[in-house]
């Protein structure tokens, strides 16, 4: 597998945080990578930096979000945009480079995240 810094990325996350008002969230700590020959059902991917990493580090937390090229770069721009919505919600609200998983305890309320932020983007389009 290989990875490449995606700044084309970037750029998209970026505007999708701005046009959706996601202040929570902060920008320059969200870096995009494009990998290739990624062994992965997945279309993209997001990867917190966990407390023990940013105490080592003495850094706050980060995230990067990793989109499969051979599966994103086919896709529209619409779906383009969904797929990172859908990265971008597993970013909690208190942005501490922990991750909210798909399912909690039998509910599955990070759907309802993506949904509405689908929804808002759609009605922003």
Partial sequence: MEWVKAPDISK?????????????????K???FRSQKANTRAIARIWGLSRIWQQALNLG???IIEVVSEKFDNL??????KVLLHEIAHIPK???GALIP??????N????IVNSLVAQYLNNS
């Avoid at 998209?12 to 320059?28: E, F, P, Q």
């Avoid at 529209?76 to 945009?81: G, I």
């Fill in 102 to 107: 798909h399912f909690r305890r039998g509910r």
């Fill in 76 to 81: 529209s721009e619409v779906e383009q945009n």
């Fill in 94 to 96: 208190n942005f501490s």
């Fill in 30 to 32: 969200i870096v995009c």
């Fill in 12 to 28: 998209k996350v970026r505007i999708l945080i701005k046009d959706l008002h996601l202040d929570w969230l902060t920008s320059t």
């Fill in 109 to 112: 309320k990070f759907n309802d």
């Fill in 61 to 63: 937390p980060f995230y």
